[in-house]
């Protein structure tokens, strides 16, 4: 069965930082991978995907993240955090067991805080 | 093009009571995952509609249920609510269109925040 491992539930960085966010997962196929984000009080919007193909992928809001099938991960940066980055941000994995009808397996979440 | 659509935003119930939420789908979407969020918790999922039927149900119990509509719209209803059931309710839809399905990636509404006390 997938899985998604998101270590630390929270991080903190500085304006114009270096964002990191990390993601593991675990799929018995090759994996879909989802990046979404959650500002307080809404849904998820997705940031980015990985299906097939390149392997670093560019999402909105200059985020960006590689899969490495080695290291079966799917870690999100962002070369320089700003202010309005301060959200929850959650990784997942599409349930392709179940074919394509599958559905999202989310991690527990990061929350990122952005001080100035 | 309207997005993901839920109803209500907030609402408070006492224990033992039941529940309805309801969403649409967006435009040219088919299929409805609901997703229940604990506090400070990754979405869980509940189960998916397709066809108006149950397609697949994660793991909650059977007072939880649902339902589709031909218009694709869906409703989330939860009897005798327990304290444990307070969670932002998620709808997530899915398009019509396979190379868009395939990838699994869903729309999400702003959910449904539900306080049981």
């Known amino acids: 069965a997938q899985s998604v491992t998101q270590l630390g539930s929270h991080v903190s960085v500085s304006e114009g930082a270096l964002v990191l966010l990390r993601c593991n997962y675990s799929?018995?196929?090759?994996?879909?991978l989802f990046w979404y984000v959650q500002y307080p009080n809404q849904g998820l919007q997705l940031l980015l995907k990985?299906?097939?193909?390149?392997?670093l992928v560019k999402g909105i809001n200059g985020f960006e993240a590689e899969f490495k099938k080695s290291e079966t991960s799917f870690h999100l940066t962002k070369p320089s955090a700003h202010m309005s980055d301060a959200a929850e941000y959650f990784c997942?994995?599409?349930?392709?067991?179940?074919?394509?009808?599958?559905?999202?397996?989310f991690g527990k979440g990061t929350k990122l805080s952005v001080k100035p | 093009d309207a997005g993901v659509t839920q109803s209500p935003t907030h609402l408070i119930k006492t224990r033992g009571q039941q529940v309805t939420l309801r969403c649409s789908p967006k435009?040219?979407?088919?299929?409805v995952s609901w997703y229940q969020q604990a506090l400070g918790q990754g979405p869980q999922f509940i189960f998916q509609?397709?066809?108006?039927?149950?397609?697949q149900r994660g793991n909650f119990p059977d007072r939880f249920s649902g339902h589709q509509f031909p218009n694709y719209s869906s409703e989330l209803n939860v009897n005798a609510l327990l304290l444990g059931d307070s969670a932002l309710y998620l709808c997530?839809?899915?398009?019509?269109?396979?190379?868009?399905?395939?990838?699994?990636?869903?729309?999400f509404g702003e959910g449904s925040r539900l306080t049981v006390l």
């Open positions: 509609y397709y066809e108006e039927e149950e397609r």
């Open positions: 435009s040219g979407h088919d299929t």
């Open positions: 990985y299906t097939t193909g390149a392997t």
């Open positions: 799929s018995s196929v090759p994996p879909y």
């Open positions: 997942a994995v599409s349930d392709r067991v179940k074919g394509s009808q599958g559905n999202l397996i």
């Open positions: 997530a839809s899915r398009p019509f269109a396979l190379a868009d399905r395939k990838t699994g990636e869903l729309f």
